[in-house]
């Protein structure tokens, strides 16, 4: 693939990863998101949470009503993809409301030809 090529499955991607968030599609999130994924936000935890927290959290208590990338802006150097982008969401963990707008920082990986997502950072613009 070009950079170019790669550039835009990365964006799909991120639509993708989200979509299965809001379906509860723990399959494609399983095939998503990578073993050694962690999850930064400091608005939540100072610490970050673990893939078995994250999924944990997907599988049973975040909520996604609705979400819209607002920007996304992708750098790919060999198999690492790095998504900047703008985020919003009306959702909630638990019946608290995670609505808002965030800046997400996401770490792409390819293995095997198959890009899984590594990390993200989250932090609050609203």
Same mark, same amino acid.
Request: aromatic share 10%; charged share 25%.
């Given at each position: 693939?070009? =950079?170019?090529?790669?550039?835009?499955?990365?964006?799909?991607?991120?639509?993708?990863?989200?979509?299965? %968030?809001?379906?509860?599609?723990?399959?494609?999130?399983?095939?998503?998101?990578?073993?050694?994924?962690?999850f930064?936000?400091?608005?939540?935890?100072?610490e970050?949470?673990?893939?078995?927290?994250?999924?944990?959290?997907? $599988?049973? *208590?975040?909520?996604? =009503?609705?979400?819209?990338?607002?920007?996304?802006? %992708?750098? =790919?150097? *060999?198999?690492? *993809?790095?998504?900047?982008?703008?985020?919003?969401?009306?959702?909630?963990?638990?019946?608290?409301?995670?609505?808002?707008?965030? $800046?997400?920082?996401?770490?792409?990986?390819?293995?095997? *030809?198959?890009? $899984? %997502?590594m990390? $993200?950072?989250?932090?609050?613009?609203?």
């Amino acid at each position: 693939m070009s =950079v170019e090529e790669d550039r835009a499955e990365l964006a799909r991607l991120e639509e993708a990863w989200m979509q299965a %968030v809001e379906d509860r599609d723990m399959e494609a999130l399983e095939r998503l998101v990578a073993p050694e994924f962690r999850f930064m936000a400091i608005h939540l935890s100072p610490e970050p949470m673990t893939r078995e927290q994250w999924m944990d959290a997907a $599988r049973e *208590g975040y909520t996604i =009503v609705s979400f819209a990338f607002e920007s996304v802006d %992708v750098e =790919v150097s *060999g198999d690492t *993809g790095i998504v900047h982008a703008r985020y919003s969401q009306v959702a909630s963990y638990q019946h608290v409301s995670l609505s808002n707008v965030f $800046r997400l920082t996401d770490v792409w990986t390819r293995a095997d *030809g198959t890009w $899984r %997502v590594m990390a $993200r950072h989250s932090s609050i613009l609203g």
